[in-house]
C-alpha cells in the first residue's frame, strides 16, 4: 500500500506561514483535478529509487477554480506543497524559509527543528511544476539543477519538479 504524500497539512511541520501553505495546497489541487479524480498514485524518484505515494486532497469548487484559473501560477505554486512534502519524507527536511532574489533557488529547506534563523544546515530548494511529458520533467530538471549551480547561494542544492499530469516527482541534488 502507498504512503500517504501529505501536502494539505504542512504548516504543522513547516515554518512558512499558514495562509502561504493554504494557498500553495489550494493551487496543488486545482492543478490536480484538472488531470485527475482522487486519489491518485504519485511515483517520486530521488537517487536513483522510486517510491510510489498515495496523493489525496479535498475536490476543488468552482469558486477555488476560478480563484487559481491562471495554470501557470498554479503550476508554480502547487508544486511548492508538493515538493514539500516529497523532500519531506525523502529526506527529513521542512521548508524553513523564502530564498532570496538571484539564489538559485525558491526556498530554503533544513531538519526539523532548525531555526529559520540559522541556515548552516540548510539546503536552497528549487521548485517547479509541469503538465509536461515524463521526458519534460526529467529535461525541466536537469534545467533547474543547473539553475542552482548559477544561482548566487553557497547552501547545497536540492531541485524538485513535479508533474501534476504525468503524476511524477522527481527530486535530485544539484
Do not use: C
Request: glycine letters at 6%; zero cysteines; aromatic letters at 6%.
Amino acid at each position: 500500500m502507498p504512503k500517504n504524500l501529505r501536502f494539505e497539512d504542512l504548516s504543522e511541520r513547516h515554518d512558512i506561514d499558514p495562509h502561504q501553505l493554504q494557498g500553495y495546497a489550494n493551487a496543488a489541487k486545482v492543478r490536480l483535478q484538472v488531470h485527475h479524480n482522487p486519489p491518485v498514485d504519485f511515483e517520486v524518484t530521488s537517487k536513483g529509487e522510486t517510491v510510489v505515494y498515495e496523493v489525496k486532497w479535498a475536490p476543488v469548487d468552482e469558486k477555488l477554480r476560478r480563484s487559481y484559473n491562471n495554470a501557470d501560477d498554479a503550476k508554480r505554486d502547487g508544486a511548492y506543497v508538493m515538493a514539500f512534502a516529497a523532500v519531506e519524507d525523502l529526506e527529513g527536511l521542512v521548508s524553513i524559509a523564502r530564498a532570496e532574489t538571484k539564489t538559485g533557488a525558491d526556498y530554503y529547506v533544513a531538519p526539523a527543528g532548525t531555526s529559520p534563523e540559522d541556515l548552516e544546515s540548510a539546503f536552497r530548494l528549487e521548485v517547479s511544476g509541469t503538465d509536461g511529458t515524463p521526458g519534460e520533467v526529467r529535461q525541466r530538471l536537469k534545467e533547474k539543477r543547473e539553475q542552482t549551480r548559477r544561482g548566487t547561494g553557497a547552501e547545497p542544492a536540492i531541485a524538485a519538479v513535479v508533474g501534476f499530469k504525468t503524476k511524477l516527482i522527481l527530486v535530485e541534488r544539484a
